[in-house]
């Protein structure tokens, strides 16, 4: 299974940008890349996915690098309420719509 | 908006008793999950059901048991609770598209289970 790496914490300003970075160096071509984050004392949320273009939603963008061995979720004003765990997960229909949760990126937004 | 929800929030069971986690989603999902969260290990697939009446095994199975006797609704159930198995126990729901791979799993509140 193809696996990803994501640092273990990050700070960010509220109001300010913020980019979550996401390794996937042995991802497949039928490798979607989904983003969900998990607000404290609540069950993991959708946050956004995509497979080769750039996506945007009203939550955030998804930036895909042209070789897809990486790629970085953009908040684009953090708010004290996107202080959360990102995880950075791989899925292909071969596996059956079954999501691989690693540790993800506890992000912590300071006033 | 989808809704999952969970039987319970908090539940405190003793070692050896019978324990039934409860999980009803409202979309109409041919897809649920069990997983449980634990500190360091992250999440982790117990069980899922892609059909009523159907199960397959996730990567821990052990000691658990499921049920899908309707479509909104998937149980899971301990035969006999053990300390270890003391978590967070997560239900997630997704429709089964002709994408698979491309499909939002929905999840519950979360229910956590502790074993004395």
């Known amino acids: 299974d193809a696996k990803t790496t994501q640092p273990n914490s990050m700070e960010s300003n509220e109001e300010e940008p913020v980019h979550l970075p996401c390794n996937h160096s042995?991802?497949?071509?039928?490798?979607?890349i989904h983003w969900y984050r998990q607000l404290p004392s609540q069950g993991p949320e959708y946050v956004i996915h995509?497979?080769?273009s750039n996506v945007n939603n009203r939550m955030a963008s998804l930036a895909i690098a042209e070789d897809r061995k990486s790629s970085t979720l953009i908040l684009h004003r953090a708010t004290l309420r996107d202080a959360a765990v990102y995880y950075c997960?791989?899925?292909?229909?071969?596996?059956?719509?079954?999501?691989?949760f690693g540790g993800g990126t506890r992000l912590m937004v300071k006033p | 908006d989808v809704k999952v929800t969970q039987s319970s929030r908090y539940l405190v069971k003793r070692t050896g008793e019978k324990v039934f986690l409860e999980c009803v989603q409202d979309?109409?999902?041919?897809?649920m999950f069990w997983y449980r969260q634990d500190p360091g290990l992250g999440l982790r697939l117990i069980y899922f059901?892609?059909?009523?009446?159907?199960?397959e095994k996730g990567d821990i199975p052990e000691g658990y048991s499921v049920s899908r006797e309707k479509k909104e609704r998937f149980s899971l159930i301990l035969e006999s609770a053990s300390t270890n198995q003391t978590s967070m126990y997560l239900c997630?729901?997704?429709?089964?598209?002709?994408?698979?791979?491309?499909?939002?799993?929905?999840f519950g509140p979360g229910t956590r289970l502790t074993v004395l």
């Open positions: 997960i791989l899925s292909n229909n071969n596996a059956g719509n079954m999501l691989t």
């Open positions: 979309m109409d999902h041919e897809n």
């Open positions: 059901s892609y059909d009523v009446k159907m199960k």
């Open positions: 042995t991802i497949s071509g039928t490798d979607y």
């Open positions: 995509g497979l080769t």
């Open positions: 997630a729901s997704s429709f089964a598209g002709q994408k698979i791979s491309t499909d939002t799993q929905y």
